[in-house]
């Protein structure tokens, strides 16, 4: 079995990227992604995560498929969304209570809320390299900011807030559901009221 032409198939599809995981997962010895590294048509970009030579790479990607259990938040959210102008100087993520980030970056910048919480709001989308990854959606992350307001530059706060009142796609259901269950409603409702005014 030739196992280098699989991988280079792998990696056809999938864009130029392969996880170890997968090429574990397909019972192909790593012996041949080292070989591939050494030879120069492959590189290692982070653990267990390898690109091929002068592809784009994709922060946000690589970080999700190494600690799944992250969802890009607060700021990092925005961007993917297309609410903000500017990329974000730091990943922003949101952990569950308990969850152990030993090996996760200390220029990460962590939130932690328990578990109920933590799978509310959760959507794919797509990141500027066309990657999937899993970010919470425009209501989940507006409920995040009035939460944390105070931590929140304030020009970016009503910016993104006035943006998402005159948008078409904003759900204020979904909204007030989400600040109920995060037991935030009158704050939500207030913020929602002024904007309106």
């Known amino acids: 079995m030739d196992y280098k032409k699989i991988l280079e198939e792998k990696l056809k599809q999938s864009g130029g990227i392969l996880l170890s995981e997968e090429?574990?997962?397909?019972?192909?010895?790593?012996?041949?992604l080292t070989r591939m590294v050494e030879q120069g048509s492959l590189?290692?970009?982070?653990?267990?995560?390898?690109?091929?030579?002068g592809?784009?790479?994709?922060?946000y990607y690589f970080f999700q498929k190494r600690y799944k259990v992250a969802i890009f938040s607060y700021l990092s959210a925005l961007y993917l969304?297309?609410?903000m102008d500017s990329?974000?100087?730091?990943?922003?993520?949101t952990l569950y209570r308990g969850y152990n980030p030993h090996r996760m970056d200390e220029n990460i910048i962590k939130h932690y809320v328990t578990k109920e919480v933590h799978e509310l709001g959760i959507v794919d989308c797509k990141t500027m390299h066309g990657n999937t990854v899993r970010v919470y959606d425009?209501?989940?992350?507006?409920?995040?900011?009035?939460?944390?307001r105070k931590a929140i530059d304030s020009e970016i706060f009503s910016k993104v807030l006035n943006r998402y009142v005159s948008s078409s796609n904003k759900d204020l259901a979904k909204l007030y559901k989400y600040a109920q269950k995060m037991k935030i409603l009158d704050k939500v409702l207030g913020v929602v009221e002024v904007l309106y005014e």
């Open 55 to 59: 592809g784009q790479y994709d922060g």
């Open 81 to 83: 969304h297309q609410l």
């Open 138 to 148: 425009l209501e989940r992350t507006i409920c995040d900011l009035i939460k944390n």
């Open 87 to 93: 990329i974000p100087n730091k990943l922003e993520v």
């Open 43 to 53: 590189q290692r970009v982070d653990r267990g995560i390898y690109m091929v030579e």
């Open 23 to 32: 090429v574990i997962s397909e019972n192909i010895p790593s012996i041949y």
